[in-house]
């Protein structure tokens, strides 16, 4: 049986589980790609050694060489350095900043017909830098961070009304840090807004909760950061390219005037198959939602700004 082929950059804890997910899901063959000789490698000899025990089809491979990555469908980018405690992710601004500029450049020469989709912190940023520099249409080119902060906004409700994870739905979206858009008012639990069923104390709490959930992560850890859930964010998002569902998600994709938003990358409800973004879910929120994503398409903006990235 033949498989789409996916690229993972970045053989770190994000790009090695997600590219497990993949496997386990048996959505598509994997190459790993790190510039680090032998782990890549590596890792993809342990997973393939655990093929027979969970029985899936596709392959995986591990390599240094982007001459391998030729002819993928979709290109995840994870390539970067992780936060540390302490940090933001606008504090991996320039190192990172460095790195998507190799990866696409590499990436892009190899698999010039690849739908892009980034995960390097600070993501709305890296995600515009990937659209710059891979020259490529912006339906090609998105980020991944709105499923993941969507989640954990859906743990946190779980975890406070005792509610069984499938009958929540819970919408985070705008920029993926400290200036995110977490969206209570649209977040149901069975249907009714979440709103209506917790105090106003216990909603901000929850929100705030949210927000600080990668850090939350993070300091636990005391090394490294969130890698589970990022994985499985992203792979969410490759399953919607490949199986060409037009499923829609909160994915980091380019503003052109919705919201009163443009030439920003941010993450708000959109439609993702086969050729990539398809187009942007456009929700009602008021008047107040509305200037808390345009104050976060700021924050995005003036980074951008800040590296010369956009005019």
Avoid at 160 to 182: E, N, P, R, Y
Wanted: charged share 20%; glycine share 10%.
């Amino acid at each position: 049986m033949t498989h789409p082929k996916v690229t993972v950059v970045g053989a770190g804890q994000v790009g090695a589980t997600a590219a497990e997910l993949l496997l386990l899901h048996n959505l598509a063959d994997v190459v790993m790609i790190d510039v680090a000789e032998g782990l890549p490698q590596g890792k993809a000899l342990d997973l393939m050694h655990m093929r027979s025990v969970e029985g899936f089809g596709p392959c995986v491979r591990g390599t240094n060489d982007y001459a391998e990555t030729a002819g993928s469908d979709v290109v995840v980018v994870t390539a970067g350095l992780p936060r540390r405690p302490g940090m933001t992710r606008d504090d991996l601004l320039a190192s990172n900043s460095a790195i998507v500029r190799s990866v696409i450049a590499s990436a892009v020469a190899a698999s010039p017909d690849a739908v892009f989709i980034c995960v390097t912190n600070p993501l709305d940023v890296m995600t515009y830098l990937a659209w710059k520099e891979s020259g490529l249409c912006a339906e090609k080119v998105f980020g991944m961070g709105g499923v993941l902060d969507s989640a954990r906004f859906a743990y946190a409700i779980a975890e406070k009304t005792g509610a069984d994870i499938a009958d929540i739905s819970a919408l985070a979206m705008g920029a993926h840090g400290d200036a995110m858009c977490v969206l209570p008012r649209l977040s149901t639990v069975k249907g009714r807004p979440l709103t209506e069923l917790l105090p106003l104390g216990e909603v901000e709490a929850l929100v705030q909760r949210t927000v600080l959930g990668g850090a939350e992560v993070v300091g636990l850890l005391k090394a490294g950061s969130a890698f589970y859930a990022p994985a499985a964010s992203v792979v969410s998002m490759v399953r919607a390219v490949l199986e060409d569902s037009g499923q829609t998600l909160p994915g980091c994709v380019l503003l052109q005037g919705e919201y009163g938003v443009s030439d920003v990358f941010l993450s708000v409800p959109a439609r993702f198959g086969r050729s990539g973004f398809l187009g942007v879910t456009e929700l009602a929120l008021d008047d107040a939602e509305t200037r808390a994503l345009q104050d976060s398409a700021a924050t995005v903006a003036a980074s951008l700004d800040a590296l010369g990235l956009r005019g």
